[in-house]
């Protein structure tokens, strides 16, 4: 006999008080309830139940049993339902947040091949660079940059989050092209405001520079940084992906590619308890195939 229908068996004949009333609730015979109940017996070399003509008692063996035979039916039923979620094609609307430049240089490109891929899923994203509780605000999924605090939330690893300095054509005609990390405090350097960086560190194989900087304008908006380079106004430090493509086509120039600057990591956060969602699973494991 299947052992865990001998279990089951026996977890209906405790709590429904006898074997016919498990017998009727398993659409089986009181005989091959009765059946079920001697098989488990003669495994475990032990007497479960009691039996008078009258009434039923566990024994204290018996009584330990039902508990564990209660927690395993739960777990194979956890993990039948588990796989079943997983043969299911991911659907409904996803909810996601990320930082403003991560999320408007490099995810939206990377979304137009996600809701290809996954035509029954619609993707409500939020750009912000503050900490979103996924709680109040309904949020799914995050990609996080920087170090992660402990918390219940789990993390997939992505691909460091890396830096570039630029200058347009125009501005380093005028002012020269720095040669080494020192030549930049003789720059206009463009600061990323209100938390502006008054030094920009770089290394390579011989070591590390802090260099401190200063220029005449500070924005709050890496995007607007960004332009400003491109119009000949400074040096600028931001995020590789919000440069690149300006670099490619020659409208900036990378300085100092000798010289390595600080990547941040860079992950995708869920809850636990979540990550059972077709949808939720399809975008985690997009995001550290697209960016892994």
Partial sequence: MDLLDSMRVYVLAVEKGSLSAAATACDISATMAGNHLRTLEKRLGMQLLQRTTRRQNLT???EDYYVRCKEILRLVAETDAQAQNLQLAPAGKLR????VTFGTEALMPALSVYLERYPEVSVDVTLCDRVV???EEGVEAAIRIGQLPDSALIAQSLAPYRLMICASPDYLARRGTPAKPEDLSAHDCLSFSPAALTSWRLENGDGSWRIPVSGRLQVNHGQALRVAALHGMGIVLQP???LEA???AGRLVRLLPAYE???RPMSVVYLQDRY???KLRSFVDFMVERFG
Wanted: aromatic share 10%; glycine share 4%.
């Fill in 60 to 62: 204290a063996f018996g």
């Fill in 96 to 99: 996601i947040t990320a930082p």
């Fill in 133 to 135: 509780d996924f709680v």
């Fill in 240 to 242: 590789a992906i919000l």
């Fill in 246 to 248: 300006d670099v490619q």
């Fill in 261 to 263: 600057l600080p990547s």
């Fill in 276 to 278: 059972r969602s077709p």
